[in-house]
């Protein structure tokens, strides 16, 4: 079993559209977990970031952790067309960062 | 700027050919990190160094060398590359491993191809 799942979409939806991409993971000792955002032919910039249970919102965005059931999302509001990228869930222990196989989207206008 | 850069952008190359990929930070950043990405894959950790003459494993090492003999410098190094090696890799940097001083920034990576 890997360490973290994504569903690798692709995930196709309209503009304005709510969008809820996930990650599970299987280690319990993950500490932190991020999203992560790559463009086309781009490396990855970081998008969300937190270490605790609940929500974190970003303007459109909010990331949610449930550790109990080994769970996060991002959800993304009101999707507009730039939002089009590979999403990519990361959690960090002790200097490893371990990624899922990211979620490629596209929103259409 | 503040950036990560590697060099070169794009390589192709042959097998058993020894080459290197160099990838610097002007942040004074203390980690730096090795990751290569795959079609269905996605990301995995090569090699990192959480500081100068400390390096540690990840999770897909085979094949691969590094060394952190400076600050800014982290180069990755195949001593002997396989067509298997063909990937995109992507060198990152953060400023720490505590909280989100471990936000890694990314260089623009570099593709690969071992013939």
């Known amino acids: 079993q890997k360490e973290v799942e994504q569903d690798p979409g692709p995930l196709s939806v309209p503009e304005g559209a709510i969008v809820s991409l996930n990650c599970t993971y299987s280690?319990?000792?993950?500490?932190?977990f991020m999203w992560y955002r790559q463009y086309s032919r781009k490396g990855p910039e970081l998008l969300m970031y937190t270490y605790s249970s609940g929500n974190k919102e970003d303007g459109r965005f909010t990331a949610q952790v449930d550790k109990s059931s080994k769970y996060i999302s991002l959800f993304i509001r009101d999707s507009q067309p730039s939002d089009s990228a590979t999403y990519l869930c990361?959690?960090?222990?002790?200097?490893?960062?371990?990624f899922g196989q990211g979620t490629e989207l596209s929103v259409k206008p | 700027e503040a950036q990560v850069t590697q060099n070169p952008r794009y390589l192709i190359t042959v097998t058993g050919k020894k080459l290197t990929v160099t990838c610097s930070q002007n942040?004074?950043?203390?980690?730096m990190s090795w990751y290569r990405q795959d079609p269905g894959l996605g990301l995995r950790q090569i090699y990192y160094?959480?500081?100068?003459?400390?390096?540690d494993k990840g999770d897909v090492p085979e094949g691969y060398k590094v060394s952190r003999k400076e600050k800014r410098n982290f180069p990755l190094i195949l001593e002997s590359p396989s067509p298997n090696q063909t990937s995109l890799y992507f060198c990152?940097?953060?400023?720490?491993?505590?909280?989100?001083?471990?936000?890694?920034?990314f260089g623009p990576g570099t593709r690969l191809t071992v013939l």
């Open positions: 280690n319990s000792a993950f500490q932190y």
């Open positions: 160094s959480m500081n100068v003459e400390v390096t």
């Open positions: 990152a940097s953060s400023p720490g491993t505590s909280g989100i001083y471990n936000e890694q920034f």
């Open positions: 990361a959690l960090y222990q002790g200097g490893k960062l371990i």
């Open positions: 942040m004074n950043h203390e980690y």
